[in-house]
Nanobody
Framework: QPVESGGASVQAGGSLNLSCTFS????????RAWFRQAPGKGREGISC????????SYQDSVKGRFIISRDDARNMVYLEMNSLKAEDTAMYYC???????????????????WGPGTQVTVSS
C-alpha cells in the first residue's frame, strides 16, 4: 500500500509539502493521485498526475494553490500545498488511478488499498 507523510498543523496561509511512496506497489504506467477526507465528509480526489507526460488535473477547490509532481525513478508522488485554508483540513491519501492520462472523472478509477494517510490541520 502507499505510505503518505508530511502532514502537520499549520496556520491559514501557510504551506506544506506532502510525500507519498509507492514502494511495493506496482502501479505500472498508471496515473497517481491525491485524495482527501475532511471530518464528516466523504473521500474526494483533488489532484492527479499522468505517467510520463506529466499531465495534471486539479479540483477547483485546490487549483492554483496545490502542485502535484512525481518521481517515477523513486516511485514517489508529491503534493505542494500553498495558501492553505481551514477547509483544507483533512486526512490526505495517495493512490494509483487506473488511467494513463488524468482526464474525465479520473477519481472513479482508484485502484488498490488506501494507505494510512497523513493529517493536515489548518487553523484560521
Amino acid at each position: 500500500q502507499p505510505v503518505e507523510s508530511g502532514g502537520a498543523s499549520v496556520q491559514a496561509g501557510g504551506s506544506l509539502n506532502l510525500s507519498c511512496t509507492f514502494s511495493g506497489v506496482n502501479g505500472g504506467d498508471f496515473a497517481r493521485a491525491w485524495f482527501r477526507q475532511a471530518p464528516g465528509k466523504g473521500r474526494e480526489g483533488i489532484s492527479c498526475i499522468s505517467f510520463s507526460v506529466g499531465k495534471t488535473s486539479y479540483q477547483d477547490s485546490v487549483k492554483g494553490r496545490f502542485i502535484i509532481s512525481r518521481d517515477d525513478a523513486r516511485n514517489m508522488v508529491y503534493l505542494e500545498m500553498n495558501s492553505l485554508k481551514a477547509e483544507d483540513t483533512a486526512m490526505y491519501y495517495c493512490v494509483v488511478v487506473t488511467r494513463i492520462v488524468c482526464s474525465g472523472s479520473w477519481w472513479d478509477f482508484r485502484a488498490g488499498a488506501w494507505g494510512p494517510g497523513t493529517q493536515v490541520t489548518v487553523s484560521s
